[in-house]
C-alpha cells in the first residue's frame, strides 16, 4: 500500500520560499505512468493543483503557480519537494502531495498524504 507523508515548517515569513517534502513508502515515484502532485487548500477556497513530477522526472505546474513554484525529487530518498518562492500571506493553506495516474488531480483517495498546515506571517 502506497502511503504518502508530508513534512516541512508549519510557519513561514512572508518573502521567504517555502519547502515541503513527501516522503513515500510502499511504492517507487519512478514507477512508470503516475504523477506525484502537491495541492493546496486555503481557507475558503477549493482545491488548488499546484504541480507534478512525473515517473520520468519531467515537472508541470500549473498556471497560477508558473515561475515561483519548482518541484524536484530525491530517488534515492523516494521523496519530491515543492519549493514555493516569496511567499504571502495568501499562501496560507493546507497543502497535500498525491500520486495519480492523472496528471492533474484535486479529488482526494486513499493516495493522498494526510496533508500539513502552513501558515506565512511575520
Known amino acids: 500500500q502506497v502511503q504518502l507523508q508530508e513534512s516541512g515548517p508549519g510557519l513561514v515569513k512572508p518573502s521567504q520560499t517555502l519547502t515541503l517534502t513527501c516522503t513515500v513508502s510502499?511504492?517507487?515515484?519512478?514507477?512508470?505512468?503516475?504523477?506525484w502532485s502537491w495541492i493546496r487548500q486555503s481557507s475558503g477556497k477549493g482545491l488548488e493543483w499546484m504541480g507534478a513530477i512525473g515517473y520520468s522526472g519531467r515537472t508541470y505546474y500549473g498556471p497560477s503557480f508558473k515561475g515561483r513554484t519548482s518541484i524536484s525529487r530525491d530517488t534515492s530518498k523516494n521523496q519530491f519537494t515543492l519549493q514555493l518562492s516569496s511567499v504571502t500571506p495568501d499562501d496560507t493553506a493546507v497543502y497535500y502531495c498525491?500520486?495519480?495516474?492523472?496528471?492533474?488531480?484535486?479529488?482526494?483517495?486513499?493516495?493522498w498524504g494526510q496533508g500539513t498546515q502552513v501558515t506565512v506571517s511575520s
Open positions: 510502499g511504492g517507487s515515484i519512478t514507477t512508470d505512468y503516475y504523477y
Open positions: 498525491a500520486r495519480d495516474r492523472s496528471l492533474v488531480t484535486i479529488t482526494p483517495n486513499q493516495y
